[in-house]
Each structure stands twice: as C-alpha cells, then as structure tokens.
Nanobody
Framework: VQLVESGGGLVQSGGSLTLSCVVS????????MGWFRQAPGKEREFVAA???????DYAASVKGRFAISGDSAKNILYLQMESLKPDDTAVYYC??????????????????WGQGTQVTVSS
C-alpha cells in the first residue's frame, strides 16, 4: 500500500488549498481513510476521516472549514481546506486504516501513511 500526498504550499490567512492523496494497493472507498497533521513541536493530531460507506467526521478545530472526499475512479483522497488560519500550519498526512465502517481517531488505528505535505498559512 502506498499513499502519496500533494497540494501543500504557502497561503495567506483566509485562503484555500486542496490536498490530494493518491492511493495504491487499497481502494479509497474500501477502507477508512483519514487526514492527520503535525505542527512544529506538537503531537500529530486527527483532522478528518472518511469511512467506506461515506460517513465523514472532523476535528472540532476544522469543522465547517475543511471537507474530506474521495474519488473512487481515480483512487484519490482529497482534503479541501478553506478559511485557513495560521494555526492550520502543519505537515499534513494521509492515512489508511484496515477498518472500514466505524470512525477512528487515533494514529494507531491507521496502518499506512503517506510522507506528508507541508501547509504554511501566513498571517
């Protein structure tokens, strides 16, 4: 299984970015998929998840601003981010879980990870 993120970059506060994660070896709609992020000096934290039956969930800090989705034809996971804030600055990681239906929020629930993509939001 391989996960390759892209789409990070530098954006001004209030701006938007869409992250992509190309998945191989598993299907986006066959497993629970998630996005996590790690800011400098902080623990990696849950951002969003998409179950195999289309349920989504978000961290309170991003709810209403971020949207997770998957393209089953291309096998790509997306994270659309709007109204970005400097606190959103972090390395963002795509992750795949062996589970399918129920939401999971811990890193240990995900067994495959991408290399990460840097998102920097300037004030």
């Amino acid at each position: 299984v391989q996960l390759v993120e892209s789409g990070g970059g530098l954006v001004q506060s209030g701006g938007s970015l869409t992250l992509s994660c190309v998945v191989s070896g598993r299907t986006v709609n066959g497993n629970l998929m998630g996005w996590f992020r790690q800011a400098p000096g902080k623990e990696r934290e849950f951002v969003a998840a998409l179950s195999s039956i289309g349920n989504t969930d978000y961290a309170a800090s991003v709810k209403g601003r971020f949207a997770i989705s998957g393209d089953s034809a291309k096998n790509i996971l997306y994270l659309q981010m709007e109204s970005l804030k400097p606190d959103d600055t972090a390395v963002y990681y795509c992750a795949s879980s062996g589970r399918q239906y129920s939401m999971r929020y811990l890193q240990s629930d995900y067994d495959y990870w991408g290399q990460g993509t840097q998102v920097t939001v300037s004030s």
